[in-house]
Structures are given as structure tokens and as C-alpha cells.
């Protein structure tokens, strides 16, 4: 039987980026069967935030917006970071034996400080840490974005290094890639909380059309025949429409003349798509934020279960090396 374990960081509101690229899929694949562990990334949230109160407010509406789009908590177990402390001992036995190079090469920390964050440690540190909680539930695959495809990488090479110097203790872990990897934002870049060109997965109303407003198009007339592979706001429609209506749009457009649909149709077109997909979660989640009990228990009940598995493992490593 296979583990599947990912994380989401509580930084933002969910976008569709962290829906299409991750969290859909976490929904699905406990259908298939297996073992799924799906968790708030509350410690490695802890790299940028410095609000506790908003901390514990992102936490909620993670948990809830996995609720909300049905997480069936029977075959899956959702729970919040911290609440399994083991992972950062794990996160310390990994740092032992792994080369300062590892993480010296990870791009997206990199990229932070090309963009002049000024990294705390613990930013240098995050891989090591989402290698500890991959690690420590011998998860077989983790179903992340195109983003996490290196952090996974390093895991592996953590788990290698390990077992090379005290024998097999970790299971190698391999990436699973969503049908969607890499969502586009409303700029046409990869869709990030920290792009600031997202599209939060319940926006409704006004709002929603203020920001399908904004996806970038050109100053061609509808009739002038296009390449829909060339029109970003297609790959927005072809994350909601059936192949069927998907292929109708694209031929229109593609053909151009009388008729043919401008950029105002197609944006209108991708609102109602969008407000009817996640109409039934987005109810779902009005009545969770009416009963934080109920969310707070399934957190307990998912960490207790998280808790067990990781511990267990961090046992195994601790023998292993020699603390005991
Ligand atoms: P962000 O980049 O907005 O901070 P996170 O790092 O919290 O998002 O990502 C949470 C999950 O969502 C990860 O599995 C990540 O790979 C996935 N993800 C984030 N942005 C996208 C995107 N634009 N397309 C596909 N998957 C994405
Ligand atoms: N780094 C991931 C992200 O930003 C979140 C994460 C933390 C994670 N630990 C993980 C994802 C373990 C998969 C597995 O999206």
C-alpha cells in the first residue's frame, strides 16, 4: 500500500494555483485508496509570518478549505504541522548528514534572495524541514506543484545520506505531479501568494469579475483569427469547461470573423464557470466558519493519528544513529 503525503503553507488564502495544482488532487487520490496525509504548514509558515493572530486565522481557513472541497476523513488525515513536534528532531538528524550544498542549491531559496529578502535561518532550513515531514509518515509520494519538484529532490538525497551512514531507515519518496503543475496568474506568470497576481479559489460577486477583469489580454478585435494557444485566459477555461465546449471556443476563436467571441466573452464565460464549480464548497465553507469546533476537532483527531506515525519513525532514526 502506497503513502501520499503534501503540505500546504497557511501564508494566504488558498488560490487556484494551490486548488488545480495540489489540493484537487488531494482530494482524489484517497478515492484510489492508499494511505493520505495532508497537513498545514504552520512551522515553515513561521519563515515570513509575524502575526500570530493572522497565523492561526490562515491555519483554520486551510483546514477548512479542505473540508469544504470534501476531504473524506475516513481515508485521509488532516492535520496541522506543529501539533507533531518530531518532525523538527527529524529535521536535525537530516541537517547531520546532508551537505551544506543541498540547500545551498534549492532554487526557490535562491530566488528569495535574489529578490533581497534578507533569509532568516530558518528559510535556509525550510528544506530540510519539508524533508523531515515527508520523511517522517515513509511517505511513498507527494503531490505538490512544479514549484515543490526540487524540495522533494532533497528529501530523497536526505533520506540517501541517512541510510548510507546508518543503514536502511527512510523510505526514497517520489513527486507526483498534478495535471496541472504550473497555473498561471492573472499577469500570465506562475499564479504565487507572492506574485500577487492570484484568484482566491471562493472569490464571488464583484470581486471575482473585478479580477477576471484584470487577465492580461491585447488590443485584438474578435474578429481577427487567433492561435487560443497564444490567449491566456484559455488556460484559465480549460481548467473548468469539458473538452467539448473547451474545443467550441477554441474553434471560434480560432476562426475569427462575424461572431467570433472577444476577450469580455470568454471572460464571462470563465466567471460563470468558476462561480459554479466551487459553488457547493464554497457553502460548505460558510457553515465551518459558523462552527469552529468542528474544525478544531478534526485537527485534533488527525494529529493524534499523524502523531503516532511520526513518532514512530523518529524512533527508528534515533536507534538508528546511536542516541539510544
Ligand atoms: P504559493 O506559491 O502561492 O506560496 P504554496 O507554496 O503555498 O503556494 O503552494 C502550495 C501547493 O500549491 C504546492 O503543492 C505548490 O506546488 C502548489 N502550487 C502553488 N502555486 C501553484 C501554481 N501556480 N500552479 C500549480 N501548483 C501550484
Ligand atoms: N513547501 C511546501 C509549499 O510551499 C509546503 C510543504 C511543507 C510541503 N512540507 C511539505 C509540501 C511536505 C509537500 C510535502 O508548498
Known amino acids: 500500500m502506497s503513502t501520499y503525503l503534501s503540505g500546504i503553507q497557511p501564508t494566504g488564502l488558498p488560490h487556484l494555483g494551490n486548488y488545480f495544482g495540489a489540493i484537487a488532487q488531494h482530494i482524489e487520490l484517497p478515492k484510489r485508496g492508499g494511505e493520505h496525509f495532508y497537513f498545514i504548514a504552520d512551522y515553515h509558515a513561521l519563515t515570513t509570518s509575524r502575526d500570530p493572530a493572522e497565523l ?7 483546514a477548512i478549505t479542505y473540508l469544504a472541497c470534501g476531504l473524506d476523513l475516513e481515508h485521509a488525515v488532516l492535520f496541522r504541522q506543529s501539533d507533531v513536534p518530531e518532525v523538527c528532531e527529524l529535521t536535525w538528524l537530516l541537517s547531520t548528514v546532508s551537505g551544506m550544498g543541498l540547500l545551498e542549491r534549492a532554487v526557490s531559496f535562491r530566488d528569495k534572495v535574489e529578490k533581497g529578502i534578507a533569509p532568516n535561518i530558518g528559510l535556509f532550513m525550510y528544506p530540510a524541514l519539508m524533508a523531515a515531514d515527508i520523511l517522517a509518515y515513509d511517505s511513498n509520494f507527494v503531490p505538490v506543484g512544479v514549484d515543490q519538484k526540487q524540495h522533494v529532490e532533497i528529501a530523497r538525497d536526505m533520506a540517501g545520506a541517512f541510510n548510507a551512514a546508518y543503514g ?16 498561471p496568474g492573472v499577469d500570465g506568470e506562475k499564479m504565487s501568494k507572492s506574485y500577487g497576481n492570484t484568484i482566491w479559489m471562493f472569490e464571488t460577486g464583484k470581486p471575482l469579475k473585478k479580477l477576471v477583469g484584470t487577465i492580461l489580454t491585447d488590443s485584438r478585435a474578435p474578429e481577427e483569427p487567433k492561435d487560443p494557444g497564444g490567449v491566456l485566459l484559455f488556460q484559465f477555461l480549460r481548467l473548468f469547461l469539458s473538452p467539448t465546449e473547451l474545443a467550441e471556443w477554441e474553434q471560434r476563436v480560432r476562426r475569427g470573423g462575424d461572431g467570433a467571441p472577444g476577450y469580455g466573452h470568454l471572460k464571462q464565460r470563465l466567471i460563470e464557470a468558476l462561480e459554479a464549480h466551487f459553488e457547493g464548497p464554497r457553502r460548505r465553507r460558510e457553515e465551518l466558519l459558523a462552527d469552529p469546533g468542528e474544525v478544531e476537532r478534526c485537527l485534533k483527531r488527525g494529529a493524534e493519528r499523524a502523531r503516532a506515525r511520526a513518532a514512530a519513525t523518529c524512533d527508528r532514526a534515533r536507534a538508528a544513529c546511536g542516541l539510544r
Open 56 to 62: 492561526r486565522l490562515r491555519v483554520r481557513e486551510i
Open 168 to 183: 536502511q531507515t527512510f523510505v526514497l519518496p517520489d513527486v507526483l505531479m498534478s495535471d496541472n503543475p504550473k497555473v
